[in-house]
């Protein structure tokens, strides 16, 4: 049963976590003691402790590693991400999280390929920025005052710059003490390069009108500090003109193309910086020579011309004598002279006044004050002439301009109207007068061709109850007869009295009735 | 010709103004009253660059830095 249902039926032993965490460390620490490891620099971390923790990778995998302090600090490479490295270390564990790492006494670029194309990378970079562009380049000071140098305060290489200045020119030297290689060389050099142009002119520290960055020749790892982005950067930024020096001739590192001038040694720098102080004597001396030669020479010709000048000026006497003689031949010809000179203008004035009489001016005053009189008699009549002249035709173009033959044509018009209607009065008048003449012939005719004028041939018109009778029968039968004569009516008969019926009829008919 | 008061002048300034006065006075085409004027300038100007020529001394000194790398004064340097 027991043998059964043993779960731990296995003669594997059994651990405690710190038992094989320890087991762990052992072997690992055992099996890696020492080895180098080539990989490309990952993450980097730099605390102010000083340690610098950093990842190594490939493509695949990752290890952690830690760089103490002091290996930090003597590198001559610092590791950058990115950058191929071999590693040189240990490993260790680190049992509290169950990590393992690589403790790296040594890190350097994996041949020279990597740390160049790096280089070409950040040089690349900078100069995208604009930091190579030669116009950021300043000019150099003829003579400075005070020559800052960053360099190693020991070493051949200040010795060199001081040496070569003391031959030219000697002048004040600021040293700026840096290392000139390994990991401090960078920051220092850049720091460096920023407190010098941090001086103030009023500082404690006097502020240099020049600085010369300057390292001895070197591997390409040992001048790596000079091509640091920090450090060019630094000098990029200085505001006071700097001269690079690192390496020799064939070496370049980055700051000498960020520098205001590259110098191939510091030597050259020294060269570079000041000119020979004894030429420069030379040539005040000689100019002075020169200047006071000139002004001699000069001093000298113009004196010379003036004692030429002066011996050329004839006496005083000399020049006086001549015209002393004439002034008097004159002086003596001067009196008559002054006579004739009168008498001949007396004379000409008496020929000039005799015409001057003021009857010759009343009459010329006449004469033009008739001519003007002429001229305004004459002036105010051509004027109404003129204006005459002018209304006439004035007048005759408005004569034209009137209604005249609109008023001709009205005037025709009205007398052939009056015309007209007195042919028109006259020929209604003689139309009525002729149809008064007919009518009144006519009526003369009516007249006469009447029963009234029967009447007063003697006939008589009888008339019955109110009718006309002809006949007998008729008469007979009438209640009352009436007879008409030419001058008035006969009634026969009351209601029945019996009148002749007819004038014409024999009375002795009436007389039977 | 400028007339900036030479004891203001730059050593290059004085020097490059002293080679153009020596220049107009040996042309000799001044005027008398002028060319004496030039050479009193010159005479100053020699002076100045004599003065700056004479300043040549050799001063070495080395920046102390406390541990933060800060400057804190100079010490001088000798026999290098």
Redesign the interface.
């Known amino acids: 049963m027991d043998l059964i249902d043993d779960d731990g039926a296995t003669n594997t032993p059994e651990y405690t976590v710190s038992e094989l965490s320890g087991a762990v460390k052992r072997t690992i620490e055992g099996e890696f003691g020492f080895v180098r490891v080539k990989g490309e620099v990952g993450r980097v971390s730099r605390p102010r402790s000083g340690h610098v923790y950093l990842d190594l990778k490939d493509d695949r995998a990752v290890i952690a590693g830690v760089m103490w302090k002091g290996v930090a600090a003597r590198l001559q490479t610092q590791p950058e991400e990115g950058m191929e490295v071999v590693a040189t270390g240990r490993l260790t564990t680190f049992p509290g999280q169950s990590k393992y790492q690589i403790v790296i006494d040594d890190i350097r670029p994996a041949g020279m390929g990597a740390l160049m194309a790096m280089l070409e990378k950040r040089k690349a970079a900078l100069q995208a920025e604009g930091l190579f562009d030669p116009a950021r380049k300043k000019k150099l000071?003829?003579?400075p005052?005070i020559i800052g140098v960053v360099t190693s305060?020991s070493g051949a290489v200040?010795?060199d710059i001081?040496h070569r200045?003391?031959d030219r020119?000697?002048?004040?030297?600021?040293?700026?003490?840096v290392a000139v290689q390994g990991a401090a060389c960078a920051p220092?050099v850049a720091?460096a390069i920023a407190?010098f142009n941090a001086l103030g002119p009023g500082g404690?520290?006097p502020r240099p009108d020049l600085i010369i960055v300057a390292r001895g020749g070197g591997s390409v790892e040992d001048l790596w500090g000079f091509n640091e982005e920090v450090v060019a950067r630094a000098a990029a930024n200085s505001t006071i003109p700097l001269i690079s020096a690192v390496g020799h001739e064939t070496d370049t590192t980055l700051i000498d193309f960020v520098s205001d001038m590259r110098a191939p040694t510091p030597t050259a720098a020294a060269e570079l910086a000041v000119p020979v102080?004894m030429e420069?004597?030379s040539?005040?001396a000689e100019?002075?020579a020169?200047?006071t030669r000139?002004?001699g020479?000069?001093l000298e010709m113009?004196g010379q011309r003036l004692r030429d000048l002066s011996r050329a000026l004839p006496r005083p006497e000399d020049l006086v004598e001549g015209p002393r003689q004439r002034l008097d031949v004159l002086g003596d010809r001067l009196p008559g002279a002054l006579r004739r000179m009168v008498d001949r203008q007396r004379l000409r004035l008496s020929e000039q006044a005799g015409s001057l009489r003021p009857s010759v001016l009343r009459r010329a005053i006449a004469a033009e004050q008739a001519r003007m009189a002429d001229r305004a008699s004459r002036l105010s009549p051509a004027l109404t002439r003129r204006v005459q002249a002018e209304r006439q035709g004035f007048d005759r173009l408005a004569a034209r301009l009137t209604l005249r033959a609109a008023m001709r044509e009205m005037q025709a018009g009205r007398d052939r109207l009056a015309t007209l209607s007195r042919r028109l009065d006259e020929a209604q008048r003689a139309r009525v007068t002729g149809l008064r003449g007919t009518l009144e012939a006519l009526d003369r005719l009516r007249e006469t061709l009447g029963y009234r004028e029967t009447l007063r041939r003697g006939y008589a018109v009888v008339r019955g109850d109110g009718q006309v009778v002809t006949t007998r029968g008729q008469a007979e039968a009438a209640h009352g007869l009436e007879i008409e004569f030419a001058d008035g009516r006969l009634k026969l008969g009351g209601g029945g009295a019996r009148k002749p019926a007819k004038p014409a009829k024999p009375p002795e008919q009436g007389s039977l009735f | 010709m400028s007339e900036t008061a030479v004891s203001e002048m730059s050593f290059e300034q004085a020097m490059a103004e002293l080679e153009q006065v020596v220049g107009q006075l040996e042309r000799g085409d001044v005027a008398l009253e002028e060319s004496i004027k030039l050479y009193e300038r010159g005479a100053e100007l020699r002076k100045r660059c004599d003065q700056k020529l004479k300043e040549a001394e050799e001063k070495v000194a080395a920046i102390t830095l406390d541990a933060e790398g800060t400057p804190t004064g100079t010490k001088p340097v000798e026999g290098l």
């Open positions: 000071p003829y003579l005052d305060p200040i010795r001081l200045l003391r020119f000697p002048r004040k030297v600021l040293i700026w003490p220092e720091r407190g404690a520290l102080r420069l004597l040539f005040v100019a002075g020169r200047m000139a002004m020479q000069r113009r």
